[in-house]
């Protein structure tokens, strides 16, 4: 057994301590040094605000001054196949038995099937793109470090840090989900494990079971990366057992002449069950954020990320086809869709397998998400967006202890005192609008590489991607206000394939991936930009206040914060070129991969 002076050796960080708390390991930036120094930053905020929006990270910087900063190395322990269950993981949860009955009942009919066609083709433009990403630059940042890249520190703090603000509040509404779903497979009331106060209605049941489910997974995703992989995939592969029998049995059962009428709804509630149903693919971008503890990213993370979510759809599809056939869609029950179209079969036992299912899902899930919010936290620390401490990985375990610690404690806290019926209406545009900045960036980084692209050139680029964001949002517009109507499409679309078509006809490619590459471009990733969009444009409303209220908490925060702590960063002296080539050198030879490429000088 080690003695306390060895396991405090273990927490030793380039000779400080791992566990320390000052006010210079929270804000160690110039502009916070005095009450004089932050009244002066604040004074430049204008000027400030310009040099950041301008400002652009490159490779280099992500690859090897960035990592730098956590001052120890993640462990590269993950395969192919450990990313590969990571996807089941991360997007298979409750959300696939939950929106499924929902969808099929309120808007889509039988024809559910073609929403999660839709949806699945929309998640899957955005998956190859992350791809590219991640195997050009395999850090810890997922979404937050591509933007941070092509569209400067700006546009990646608002997209990736309204992601991040979600994620947080998603995983407390799938820790309270949890303690519903364990309280049926008890056979109990959905409450009954809740503790009943006088507060105010939907924060009046506190849910401690959540608070323990989300401490167990956090504890796990701190302690070793590879053994929450083991976990992970062994949850995972019980899950997809209960899935592969809700899809036979339901095939075995089946009656086809519940398939009629096919689309009772017509294709706008094919479309409006998408926009609900693509967030049952949600999480996806939990992988890239892997990257960095990835052996081989050139090889594991295509075969990782396009080969999980390939099957995964296909596995949706299949499911919501078996629900059809299993019941008329005018008699499936919304809340427990899958349990009670067996028990219309006969099979009343099947209700506490699909319990056991959803359970095993929402805890893979959980695990997935403490491990990928916890990433995202840190490389955002890594960029001084918020407090350096956050970007520490500790030297025994090779994790973020402290960034899993505040996303736990963030996600808790909400899981603690909101009712599921609070947290499950903020699912929003936010996972859409990152998904359509990530395909913006790659069409930027495609086409522009700063000092080498003409200036000709960057301005038709510029007008090309106008024209494809506003064809698009005025197809999404069109389509919400006038359904039927056809005279606006044939307006958008001919512009948004101009738009396409002007890219590709006039507009040299920069830059070639050296490994891996989204095909087609530059169709699909503007085929990505409008499914991404259209899909936005069938959320209603209330989605839109509320990205609307989370991009303004990001927005106070990062003028009061944020942009000065990255300004002085970005200013102060750097490291010689010599080191940060040698870094990236050691880094490639440990991923057995391609010199990552340098875009900027």
């Known amino acids: 057994m080690k003695s306390f002076s060895e396991e405090s050796t273990n927490d030793q960080v380039g000779g400080n301590s791992y566990w320390r708390w000052s006010k210079q390991d929270f804000f160690p930036e110039e502009s916070f040094k005095s009450w004089g120094s932050y009244r002066s930053a604040l004074r430049q905020t204008c000027f400030r605000l310009k040099d950041r929006i301008k400002s652009r990270s490159d490779d280099a910087t992500e690859l090897g001054e960035l990592r730098k900063r956590s001052e120890n190395d993640m462990k590269r322990c993950l395969n192919w196949w450990d990313l590969t269950w990571f996807g089941f993981g991360s997007v298979i949860g409750a959300g696939i038995f939950v929106l499924t009955g929902q969808e099929t009942h309120k ?16 998640a899957m433009l955005s998956v190859f793109c992350y791809t590219e990403f991640a195997v050009e630059i395999p850090v810890a940042g997922g979404s937050f470090a591509y933007l ?11 997209t990736a840090g309204n992601l991040l603000l979600e994620s947080i509040v998603g995983t407390a509404a799938v820790a309270r989900a949890w303690t519903s779903y364990f309280t049926s497979l008890l056979n109990r009331p959905s409450n009954s494990l809740r503790i009943h106060t006088g507060l105010r209605k939907g924060y009046n049941l506190l849910d401690p079971i959540a608070v323990a489910v989300l401490t ?22 019980i899950n997809t057992v209960v899935i592969l029998f809700v899809i036979i049995a339901g095939f075995v059962h089946a009656d086809t002449s519940n398939l009629t009428p096919f689309l009772p709804y017509g294709a706008k509630g094919v479309f409006q069950a998408a926009a609900v149903v693509y967030f049952a693919y949600g999480g996806f971008d939990n992988i890239a954020t892997m990257a960095e503890e990835t052996k081989n990213p050139s090889k594991d993370i295509p075969l990782g990320l396009v080969g999980s979510m390939s099957i995964i759809m296909v596995i949706y599809c299949l499911m919501a086809l078996a629900l059809g056939m299993l019941q008329k869609y005018t008699e499936i029950d919304e809340n427990a869709a899958y349990s009670m179209a067996f028990q219309s079969v006969g099979m009343r036992w099947a209700k506490y397998l699909v319990a056991l299912g959803a359970l095993k899902g929402m805890t893979t899930v959980l695990l997935a998400g403490a491990l990928g919010q916890a990433r995202y936290t840190t ?15 500790h030297p025994k375990t090779g994790t973020p202890i402290n960034a899993t610690i505040l996303i736990t404690i963030s996600s808790a806290l909400i899981a603690f005192f909101s009712g599921l019926d609070v947290l499950a209406s903020l699912l929003s545009v936010s996972t859409l609008s990152v998904f359509m900045m990530m395909a913006v960036a790659l069409l930027v980084r495609r086409y522009y590489v700063r000092d080498k692209t003409p200036q000709q050139n960057l301005l038709k680029l510029v007008a090309f991607l106008l024209i494809i964001v506003a064809s698009s949002m005025g197809t999404s517009a069109y389509w919400g206000l006038n359904p039927n109507g056809w ?42 930009i409008a499914t991404n969009l259209f899909l936005m444009g069938s959320l209603g409303s209330d989605a839109f206040l509320r990205f609307g209220i989370c991009t303004a908490v990001m927005l106070l925060y990062y003028f009061l914060v944020g942009l000065h702590a990255t300004y002085d960063t970005a200013h102060q002296p750097r490291q010689p070129e010599q080191k940060l080539q040698q870094a990236d050198i050691e880094d490639d030879g440990k991923s057995k991969m391609p010199e990552a490429p340098v875009s900027f000088p």
């Open 107 to 122: 808007h889509a009919g039988p024809a559910i099937v073609l929403s999660y066609a839709a949806s699945g083709v929309s």
């Open 148 to 158: 941070r890249v092509e569209l400067g520190d700006f546009a990646a703090f608002l």
């Open 216 to 237: 167990i997974a956090a504890i796990i995703a701190m302690i070793s990366t590879r053994q929450a992989s083991s976990i992970n995939w062994i949850a995972s592969a």
């Open 379 to 393: 490389h955002i620390a890594r960029a001084h967006m918020i407090p350096h401490l956050f970007a520490l990985v």
């Open 487 to 528: 005279i606006g499409y044939c307006v958008t679309i001919p512009l948004w394939f101009l738009g396409t078509f002007g890219i590709y006809k006039f507009l040299p490619q920069q830059r070639t991936p050296k490994v891996w590459g989204v095909p087609l471009v530059p169709w699909l990733p503007s085929l990505s």
